[in-house]
């Protein structure tokens, strides 16, 4: 089904947002916000992960159900298509500093020719967004036959035309210190449920502080995911964690997503300020659960209090 160009399957809507058609299929991206959190508290988007949501004859279909049913023969063409759907709704938001996370799964180009290919539509996209290569974070995902060979030189590719380089599902044990070692990332992202184990004790939270603050010395951003309520989030704060990803802070949203009106991008001169945890309340009523939407600029009580529990 490989098309003439990367906007072969990609339509244009009334609304501005980019959409893709495979078979029966509407390719849809959602967006979720990535934040910093500095000394105070204050929250600020620093990045956006491209999620991929199909739906069939108007009811959504879940990602996995859909990739089950791609040709294999399409699996690579849809893998790419999905990354340029979420470059160009995020080039949409005209952001001028938010950069964007796409996955990939590097065993799905397996000769030079399917690499230098795969980066170069990568590069074509971000142009055709406008944005620059620096903006574009690629989450590599690396299952165990995967070809290390391989996957040293697709990452090599990448860095050489400037994109930055994140590993997903960091968990310490060997072959993710492997990794690590291989793919010398710009960020990690620690598994979620890893995260919430050692979170249940002290022991496990002092660990956590150090590797975040390892990896810093090395360049490296530390992104904790899965935060689910603002008791989370206070930890995070609490252990220095430079990047807060979860639905304490933000669901993902269809583009076109209401991100601009919800986090608009402003200097720090800009920043409301929210001393208290009622003046929060006040400009949040329901700051306590998880919601689609969040302040554009709202301290948490620094108090570390227990890991809450998951609720999906």
Not at 49 to 63: A, D, F, K, N, Y
Not at 193 to 213: I, P, T
Request: glycine share 6%.
């Amino acid at each position: 089904m490989a098309g003439n160009s990367i906007f072969s399957n990609l339509r244009l809507e009334d609304d501005g947002s980019w959409t893709a058609v495979y078979g029966a299929f509407t390719l849809q991206s959602a967006l979720q916000p990535i934040f910093s959190q500095d000394a105070e508290g204050y929250l600020e988007v620093q990045a956006f992960e491209g999620l991929i949501r199909p739906s069939r004859g108007g009811e959504p279909v879940r990602p996995a159900q859909f990739f089950s049913e791609v040709a294999r023969q399409d699996t690579a063409m849809i893998d790419s298509l999905c990354r340029t759907l979420h470059i160009l709704n995020t080039g949409a938001l005209k952001r001028s500093k938010a950069k964007l996370f796409v996955n990939f799964h590097p065993g799905l180009f397996v000769t030079d020719a399917d690499i230098r290919r795969e980066v170069e539509q990568i590069r074509v996209a971000s142009h055709e967004a406008g944005m620059s290569a620096e903006r574009i974070v690629c989450e590599i995902t690396q299952k165990q036959n995967d070809s290390e060979d391989m996957l040293a030189h697709f990452v090599h590719d990448l860095r050489q035309r400037g994109f930055r380089i994140a590993i997903d599902e960091y968990g310490a044990d060997e072959s993710d210190t492997a990794r690590l070692k291989l793919l010398k990332p710009d960020y990690v992202k620690f598994e979620a449920d890893w995260v919430k184990d050692f979170l249940e004790n002290s022991a496990g939270s002092a660990l956590l502080r150090v590797m975040v603050r390892q990896f810093m010395e090395q360049g490296i951003l530390a992104i904790f995911e899965g935060l689910e309520d603002l008791r989370q989030v206070e930890i995070c704060h609490s252990l220095d964690v430079p990047l807060l990803q979860g639905y304490a802070l933000a669901r993902p949203q269809l583009a076109p997503t209401s991100f601009n009106d919800d986090f608009p991008e402003v200097d720090s001169t800009e920043r409301t300020t929210l001393k208290s945890g009622s003046d929060l309340e006040r400009y949040n009523p329901d700051v306590h659960l998880p919601r689609a939407t969040a302040p554009t600029y709202a301290p948490v009580h620094r108090k570390a209090t227990a890991f809450g529990k998951r609720t999906r």
